[in-house]
């Protein structure tokens, strides 16, 4: 039987590691942290989906979480978020990137985080014996032809009653300003999102396939998320300045689109699933 903590769950601060994990920063680091001192965190799409997962992250028992995974975890933010929050958890951050692995490591040892340990490999080479309370995989399953996405291996690694999280964007874009303007990202995109097929209902499918019972399913990054995106895409154009001025606006945005219903439509989907 699992054991539940007795302990506070601690606040979900997204991003406080940005100092160290991301180069731009790191390239010019007193002027990072004056620009962090006075507007926190400062990757609009990163801080978008950062209130998203947060907000999933409340619906689930997260006392009863002694072993997570975070399933191609980046520069591990969001390892490093929820360490902080559930300091009684052990966190494996999950990376086959070298160079982010390395970033992770050295983030981990320089702030000294004993809860999260950092494994270099593919979520099929983890020991057996680890099994996990939860696994999460935020905007990873896009960059995965279907044929390879490790629903399966994710399905074996929990324990039963264990809980997967996967968030992705969703087949079906919708934009604001016109398509042309974005031609550069758009390549991007093609070059890069292999496995953006789904909708909310195929996504859903694909868990119940694999045997997961849906927790919850949701859209989000309606239309007030997908301006400030698209407007922070064209002050990123104008440079460093314009990018930092914009900003707040930018994430006044996104707390606005958290506001309205995005129930039947939205740019990012994401479900959970129980074994």
């Known amino acids: ?101 390395d970033r992770v490591r050295h983030t981990k040892q320089t702030l000294n985080i004993p809860n999260v340990s950092i494994h270099d490999g593919k979520i099929e080479t983890l020991p057996n014996d680890q099994q996990a309370d939860f696994i999460f995989s935020i905007d990873v399953f896009e960059h995965i032809y279907e044929a390879e996405m490790p ?14 999280l996967v968030k992705m964007p969703n087949i079906s874009q919708k934009t604001i300003f016109p398509d042309s303007l974005f031609q550069e990202h758009q390549q991007w995109l093609d070059d890069e999102h292999v496995g953006q097929i789904y909708n909310l209902e195929g996504l859903k499918k694909r868990f119940t396939d694999e045997g997961f019972s849906i927790v919850h399913a949701s859209y989000s990054d309606g239309f007030w998320a997908r301006l400030a995106w698209e407007l922070s895409y064209f002050a990123k154009k104008g440079g460093a300045i314009a990018q930092l001025l914009f900003l707040p606006i930018a994430k006044l945005l996104i707390h606005v689109d958290l506001l309205f219903d995005n129930s039947k439509s939205g740019n990012a989907i994401q479900v959970i699933g129980q074994k």
């Open 151 to 164: 629903f399966k291996a994710c399905y074996d690694q929990l324990k039963e009653g264990g809980y997967l």
């Open 1 to 101: 039987m699992s054991t539940t903590y007795s302990g506070k769950i601690g606040k979900f601060t997204f991003g406080k590691t940005q100092l160290l994990t991301s180069y731009r920063m790191q390239k010019y680091p007193s002027l990072a942290k004056l620009a962090y001192r006075l507007l926190g965190y400062t990757n609009v799409g990163n801080y978008a989906r950062s209130k998203v997962v947060i907000r999933l992250l409340r619906k689930l028992p997260l006392r009863s979480f002694h072993q997570i995974v975070d399933m191609g975890c980046g520069y591990g933010e969001y390892s490093f978020m929820i360490a902080d929050a559930l300091p009684q958890s052990k966190i494996t951050a999950l990376e086959i990137d070298p160079e982010r692995v």
